[in-house]
Protein backbone atom coordinates (compact mmCIF):
# COMPACT_ATOMS: atom_id res chain seq x y z
CA UNK A 1 0.00 0.00 0.00
CA UNK A 2 1.88 3.12 -0.89
CA UNK A 3 0.45 6.42 0.53
CA UNK A 4 0.86 9.99 -1.58
CA UNK A 5 3.83 11.74 -0.96
CA UNK A 6 1.46 15.01 -1.67
CA UNK A 7 -0.98 13.68 0.97
CA UNK A 8 1.46 12.93 3.27
CA UNK A 9 3.31 16.80 3.13
CA UNK A 10 -0.56 18.08 3.06
CA UNK A 11 -1.18 15.99 6.44
CA UNK A 12 2.36 17.15 7.83
CA UNK A 13 1.21 20.90 7.31
CA UNK A 14 -2.10 20.25 8.69
CA UNK A 15 -0.65 18.65 11.96
CA UNK A 16 2.35 21.79 11.72
CA UNK A 17 -0.36 24.22 11.60
CA UNK A 18 -2.95 22.72 14.00
CA UNK A 19 -0.07 22.32 16.74
CA UNK A 20 0.76 26.00 16.34
CA UNK A 21 -2.79 27.10 16.95
CA UNK A 22 -2.84 24.95 19.83
CA UNK A 23 0.33 26.62 21.22
CA UNK A 24 -0.84 30.18 20.35
CA UNK A 25 -4.35 29.42 21.67
CA UNK A 26 -3.02 28.78 25.00
CA UNK A 27 -0.82 31.41 25.01
CA UNK A 28 -3.78 33.81 23.90
CA UNK A 29 -5.81 32.41 27.04
CA UNK A 30 -2.84 32.48 29.63
CA UNK A 31 -2.55 36.49 28.77
CA UNK A 32 -6.27 36.70 28.64
CA UNK A 33 -6.25 35.09 32.52
CA UNK A 34 -3.92 37.89 33.08
CA UNK A 35 -5.02 40.82 31.76
CA UNK A 36 -8.53 39.64 33.18
CA UNK A 37 -6.77 39.58 36.78
CA UNK A 38 -5.02 43.61 35.75
CA UNK A 39 -8.73 44.54 34.95
CA UNK A 40 -10.35 43.04 37.65
CA UNK A 41 -7.52 44.71 39.96
CA UNK A 42 -8.28 48.27 38.10
CA UNK A 43 -11.67 47.60 39.36
CA UNK A 44 -10.93 46.73 42.32
CA UNK A 45 -8.48 49.86 42.71
CA UNK A 46 -11.29 52.37 41.02
CA UNK A 47 -13.48 50.93 43.85
CA UNK A 48 -10.71 51.85 46.56
CA UNK A 49 -10.66 55.27 44.42
CA UNK A 50 -14.22 55.57 44.90
CA UNK A 51 -14.72 55.12 48.47
CA UNK A 52 -11.90 57.11 49.32
CA UNK A 53 -13.09 59.74 46.69
CA UNK A 54 -16.33 59.81 48.97
CA UNK A 55 -14.67 59.33 52.34
CA UNK A 56 -12.40 62.79 51.03
CA UNK A 57 -15.69 64.47 50.22
CA UNK A 58 -17.25 63.54 53.79
CA UNK A 59 -14.02 64.50 55.65
CA UNK A 60 -13.73 67.99 53.07
CA UNK A 61 -17.53 68.50 54.14
CA UNK A 62 -16.94 67.98 57.71
CA UNK A 63 -14.02 70.25 57.75
CA UNK A 64 -16.07 73.12 56.10
CA UNK A 65 -18.64 72.62 58.69
CA UNK A 66 -16.09 72.58 61.44
CA UNK A 67 -14.64 76.10 59.56
CA UNK A 68 -17.79 77.49 59.95
CA UNK A 69 -18.29 76.01 63.49
CA UNK A 70 -15.10 77.89 64.07
CA UNK A 71 -15.49 80.83 62.57
CA UNK A 72 -18.74 81.11 64.80
CA UNK A 73 -17.23 80.23 67.70
CA UNK A 74 -14.52 82.94 66.78
CA UNK A 75 -17.09 85.84 65.86
CA UNK A 76 -18.77 85.08 69.02
CA UNK A 77 -16.01 85.58 71.46
CA UNK A 78 -15.17 88.95 69.51
CA UNK A 79 -18.25 90.00 70.53
CA UNK A 80 -17.94 88.71 74.28
CA UNK A 81 -14.58 90.14 74.46
CA UNK A 82 -16.15 93.51 72.88
CA UNK A 83 -18.79 93.36 75.31
CA UNK A 84 -16.29 92.61 78.05
CA UNK A 85 -14.18 95.37 77.31
CA UNK A 86 -17.23 97.52 76.91
CA UNK A 87 -17.75 96.49 80.61
CA UNK A 88 -14.91 97.21 81.86
CA UNK A 89 -14.74 100.74 80.23
CA UNK A 90 -17.66 101.00 81.86
CA UNK A 91 -16.56 99.82 85.73
CA UNK A 92 -13.46 102.14 85.52
CA UNK A 93 -15.45 104.89 84.47
CA UNK A 94 -17.97 104.52 87.47
CA UNK A 95 -15.02 103.33 89.65
CA UNK A 96 -13.29 106.68 88.65
CA UNK A 97 -16.20 108.80 89.36
CA UNK A 98 -16.75 106.82 92.99
CA UNK A 99 -13.43 107.41 93.61
CA UNK A 100 -13.98 111.43 92.67
CA UNK A 101 -17.00 111.32 94.99
CA UNK A 102 -15.16 109.24 97.77
CA UNK A 103 -12.05 112.00 97.76
CA UNK A 104 -14.95 114.22 97.61
CA UNK A 105 -16.22 112.98 100.75
CA UNK A 106 -13.65 112.49 102.14
CA UNK A 107 -12.78 116.08 101.95
CA UNK A 108 -15.74 117.50 102.94
CA UNK A 109 -15.72 114.75 105.65
CA UNK A 110 -12.55 115.92 106.79
CA UNK A 111 -13.56 119.79 106.51
CA UNK A 112 -16.29 118.60 108.67
CA UNK A 113 -14.22 116.74 111.26
CA UNK A 114 -11.81 119.80 111.14
CA UNK A 115 -15.05 122.02 111.98
CA UNK A 116 -16.98 119.33 114.63
CA UNK A 117 -12.91 119.58 115.97
CA UNK A 118 -13.15 123.08 116.05
CA UNK A 119 -16.37 123.18 117.25
CA UNK A 120 -15.99 120.66 120.33
CA UNK A 121 -12.70 122.54 121.02
CA UNK A 122 -14.80 125.60 121.31
CA UNK A 123 -16.97 123.73 123.53
CA UNK A 124 -14.50 122.21 125.59
CA UNK A 125 -13.05 125.30 125.85
CA UNK A 126 -16.35 127.27 126.52
CA UNK A 127 -17.20 124.42 129.24
CA UNK A 128 -13.36 124.55 130.27
CA UNK A 129 -14.26 128.54 130.64
CA UNK A 130 -17.36 128.23 132.01
CA UNK A 131 -15.96 125.85 134.48
CA UNK A 132 -12.99 127.93 135.21
CA UNK A 133 -15.54 130.63 135.69
CA UNK A 134 -17.54 128.89 137.75
CA UNK A 135 -14.78 127.48 139.94
CA UNK A 136 -13.48 130.76 140.07
CA UNK A 137 -14.53 133.25 143.09
CA UNK A 138 -17.03 135.46 142.79
CA UNK A 139 -15.59 139.01 141.31
CA UNK A 140 -14.56 141.69 143.77
CA UNK A 141 -17.28 143.60 142.27
CA UNK A 142 -19.64 140.95 143.39
CA UNK A 143 -18.45 140.61 146.58
CA UNK A 144 -19.37 143.32 149.27
CA UNK A 145 -17.41 146.20 150.09
CA UNK A 146 -14.71 145.79 152.28
CA UNK A 147 -11.47 147.56 153.06
CA UNK A 148 -9.13 146.77 150.16
CA UNK A 149 -6.28 145.37 151.67
CA UNK A 150 -4.35 146.22 148.78
CA UNK A 151 -3.95 150.16 150.17
CA UNK A 152 -0.47 149.16 150.99
CA UNK A 153 -0.15 147.76 147.74
CA UNK A 154 -1.48 150.60 145.87
CA UNK A 155 2.01 152.06 145.77
CA UNK A 156 3.41 148.93 144.21
CA UNK A 157 0.97 149.57 141.09
CA UNK A 158 3.15 150.04 137.96
CA UNK A 159 0.39 151.34 136.60
CA UNK A 160 0.54 154.59 138.73
CA UNK A 161 3.64 154.62 138.36
CA UNK B 1 -10.64 20.39 19.61
CA UNK B 2 -8.10 23.21 20.81
CA UNK B 3 -11.28 23.79 23.56
CA UNK B 4 -11.08 20.86 25.39
CA UNK B 5 -6.99 21.44 25.87
CA UNK B 6 -7.98 24.98 27.17
CA UNK B 7 -7.72 26.88 30.60
CA UNK B 8 -11.40 28.27 30.69
CA UNK B 9 -12.09 31.83 30.93
CA UNK B 10 -15.15 33.74 31.82
CA UNK B 11 -17.90 34.69 28.77
CA UNK B 12 -18.03 38.31 27.88
CA UNK B 13 -19.21 40.09 25.32
CA UNK B 14 -16.90 39.58 22.03
CA UNK B 15 -15.04 42.96 20.45
CA UNK B 16 -16.19 44.31 17.13
CA UNK B 17 -12.83 43.71 15.72
CA UNK B 18 -13.11 39.73 16.51
CA UNK B 19 -16.41 39.86 15.12
CA UNK B 20 -15.04 41.76 11.78
CA UNK B 21 -12.41 39.28 10.89
CA UNK B 22 -14.30 36.27 11.79
CA UNK B 23 -16.98 37.89 9.24
CA UNK B 24 -14.43 38.11 6.92
CA UNK B 25 -13.26 35.33 7.01
CA UNK B 26 -16.63 33.26 6.79
CA UNK B 27 -16.82 35.03 3.62
CA UNK B 28 -14.05 33.95 2.22
CA UNK B 29 -14.38 30.00 3.42
CA UNK B 30 -17.84 30.47 2.00
CA UNK B 31 -16.88 31.95 -1.31
CA UNK B 32 -14.27 29.67 -1.92
CA UNK B 33 -16.27 26.77 -1.18
CA UNK B 34 -19.37 27.98 -3.10
CA UNK B 35 -16.77 28.12 -5.97
CA UNK B 36 -15.61 24.31 -5.41
CA UNK B 37 -18.91 23.30 -5.83
CA UNK B 38 -20.49 25.92 -8.14
CA UNK B 39 -17.29 26.24 -10.15
CA UNK B 40 -15.21 22.55 -10.24
CA UNK B 41 -13.99 23.40 -14.10
CA UNK B 42 -12.28 26.44 -12.83
CA UNK B 43 -9.85 24.50 -10.50
CA UNK B 44 -8.27 22.20 -13.46
CA UNK B 45 -5.68 24.36 -13.20
CA UNK B 46 -2.48 22.88 -12.40
CA UNK B 47 -1.59 25.01 -9.46
CA UNK B 48 -4.40 23.16 -7.61
CA UNK B 49 -2.93 19.71 -8.66
CA UNK B 50 -2.04 18.33 -5.78
CA UNK B 51 -5.13 19.77 -3.56
CA UNK B 52 -7.32 18.05 -6.10
CA UNK B 53 -5.15 14.73 -5.34
CA UNK B 54 -5.67 14.65 -1.84
CA UNK B 55 -9.14 15.74 -2.12
CA UNK B 56 -11.64 15.87 -4.74
CA UNK B 57 -12.65 20.17 -5.37
CA UNK B 58 -16.43 19.42 -4.41
CA UNK B 59 -14.90 17.98 -0.97
CA UNK B 60 -12.26 21.36 -0.42
CA UNK B 61 -15.37 22.87 -1.37
CA UNK B 62 -18.10 21.38 1.55
CA UNK B 63 -15.27 21.56 3.88
CA UNK B 64 -14.53 25.39 3.43
CA UNK B 65 -18.77 25.68 3.58
CA UNK B 66 -18.78 24.23 6.76
CA UNK B 67 -15.88 25.69 8.34
CA UNK B 68 -17.51 29.41 6.68
CA UNK B 69 -21.20 28.35 8.45
CA UNK B 70 -18.92 27.66 11.55
CA UNK B 71 -17.49 31.46 11.72
CA UNK B 72 -20.19 32.93 11.09
CA UNK B 73 -21.80 31.33 13.55
CA UNK B 74 -19.23 31.49 16.41
CA UNK B 75 -19.46 36.01 14.89
CA UNK B 76 -23.45 36.14 15.54
CA UNK B 77 -22.96 34.22 18.81
CA UNK B 78 -19.67 36.18 19.87
CA UNK B 79 -18.31 32.70 21.17
CA UNK B 80 -14.88 32.73 21.90
CA UNK B 81 -14.59 28.90 22.14
CA UNK B 82 -16.09 27.93 18.60
CA UNK B 83 -14.21 31.23 17.22
CA UNK B 84 -10.93 30.05 18.28
CA UNK B 85 -11.95 26.44 17.12
CA UNK B 86 -13.42 27.78 13.71
CA UNK B 87 -10.45 30.13 12.72
CA UNK B 88 -7.93 26.89 14.13
CA UNK B 89 -9.70 25.09 11.31
CA UNK B 90 -9.65 28.00 8.82
CA UNK B 91 -5.70 27.71 9.69
CA UNK B 92 -5.44 24.57 9.04
CA UNK B 93 -7.38 23.81 5.37
CA UNK B 94 -5.45 26.91 4.21
CA UNK B 95 -2.69 26.14 4.97
CA UNK B 96 -2.72 22.88 3.63
CA UNK B 97 -3.88 24.53 0.69
CA UNK B 98 -1.03 26.79 0.75
CA UNK B 99 1.55 23.56 1.13
CA UNK B 100 -0.76 21.77 -2.14
CA UNK B 101 0.27 25.46 -3.93
CA UNK B 102 3.76 25.16 -3.05
CA UNK B 103 4.13 21.60 -3.67
CA UNK B 104 2.52 22.19 -7.77
CA UNK B 105 5.06 24.75 -7.48
CA UNK B 106 7.90 22.97 -7.23
CA UNK B 107 6.91 20.17 -9.18
CA UNK B 108 6.26 23.02 -12.22
CA UNK B 109 2.92 22.94 -12.22
CA UNK B 110 2.52 26.33 -10.91
CA UNK B 111 3.71 29.43 -12.61
CA UNK B 112 4.00 31.81 -9.50
CA UNK B 113 4.23 31.14 -6.02
CA UNK B 114 1.45 34.26 -5.50
CA UNK B 115 -0.82 31.14 -4.25
CA UNK B 116 1.55 29.60 -1.84
CA UNK B 117 2.32 33.53 -0.73
CA UNK B 118 -1.30 34.45 0.12
CA UNK B 119 -2.16 31.19 1.27
CA UNK B 120 0.02 31.22 3.88
CA UNK B 121 -0.13 35.06 4.81
CA UNK B 122 -4.11 33.97 5.39
CA UNK B 123 -2.64 31.13 7.76
CA UNK B 124 -0.29 33.59 9.53
CA UNK B 125 -2.94 36.27 10.36
CA UNK B 126 -5.63 32.97 11.03
CA UNK B 127 -2.56 32.54 13.85
CA UNK B 128 -2.36 35.89 14.65
CA UNK B 129 -5.94 36.29 15.70
CA UNK B 130 -5.93 33.46 17.48
CA UNK B 131 -2.95 34.35 19.43
CA UNK B 132 -4.45 37.81 20.35
CA UNK B 133 -7.13 37.72 23.00
CA UNK B 134 -11.11 37.82 21.43
CA UNK B 135 -12.05 39.52 23.84
CA UNK B 136 -10.72 42.60 25.91
CA UNK B 137 -11.53 42.38 29.61
CA UNK B 138 -10.19 46.20 29.94
CA UNK B 139 -13.61 46.85 27.56
CA UNK B 140 -16.47 46.56 30.14
CA UNK B 141 -14.49 49.40 31.87
CA UNK B 142 -13.58 51.73 29.04
CA UNK B 143 -17.16 51.49 28.07
CA UNK B 144 -17.98 52.48 31.36
CA UNK B 145 -15.34 55.57 31.43
CA UNK B 146 -16.50 56.22 27.69
CA UNK B 147 -20.58 55.59 28.44
CA UNK B 148 -20.71 56.17 32.44
CA UNK B 149 -23.34 54.37 33.82
CA UNK B 150 -25.76 55.40 36.67
CA UNK B 151 -23.46 58.62 37.00
Not at chain 1, 111 to 114: F, S, W
Given at each position: MSVDPSALLLGAAAVITAIGTIYVNRNSRRDQHRQAAAAAQVQR???????????????GSALTETRTDLHEERRLRRQAEAELEEKKT???????AQESRCLEYAGQLT????TLRGVVV??????AADSALRALPSHPHDLPPATPPALEGEKDDPADR | M????????????????ARAYLVIAAARHIL??????????????????VIRAVLPVWVWGVAFLVGGAHLTYAAIRGSEGHARVA???SAISTSVWAAGFLLAYQEGGAVSPIGVIFATALTAKDL????????????????????????
Open positions: DQHQLEETKQALEALLHRHMYADTVLDEIARA | AVGVLPSVPEEQMTWRVGAACIVLVADFDGDSFQLSLVICRQPMRSPFEPIVREYDEPKGR
